[in-house]
Nanobody, 115 residues
Framework: QDELVESGGGLVQAGGSLRLSCVAS????????MAWYRQAPEKSRELVAS???????NYADSVKGRFTISRDAPKDTLYLQMDNLKPEDTAVYYC?????????WGQGTQVTVSS
């Protein structure tokens, strides 16, 4: 059974940092592409960052230079380091992957950035 559990969200002031973690129940070396998404109130879910097993990273323009995605295979964990946070980064953050036509999501972790 494929499960994802996120943690690390919280309340932080603008300019601060948080690191999100997502632990997978599966060996993540079996997962080519993993990603972080976010959804702010009354907005659609959007892709924040993604990373392949080869380490190729991709970022939304809004977070480039501030966020860093990484994966730790021995720990089966996906990370999102978020620096210089802005109020517009406030959202529920979800980790995600697709495998054999199925899509898997974590339960989400709330990030709130105060001005």
């Amino acid at each position: 059974q494929d499960e994802l559990v996120e943690s690390g969200g919280g309340l932080v002031q603008a300019g601060g940092s948080l690191r999100l973690s997502c632990v997978a129940s599966r060996n993540i070396n079996q997962i080519y592409l993993m990603a972080w998404y976010r959804q702010a109130p009354e907005k659609s879910r959007e892709l924040v960052a993604s990373i392949t097993t080869r380490g190729t990273e991709n970022y939304a323009d809004s977070v480039k230079g501030r966020f860093t995605i990484s994966r730790d295979a021995p720990k089966d964990t996906l990370y999102l380091q978020m620096d210089n946070l802005k109020p517009e980064d406030t959202a529920v953050y979800y980790c995600n992957y697709r495998r054999f036509g199925n899509e898997y999501w974590g339960q989400g972790t709330q990030v709130t950035v105060s001005s």
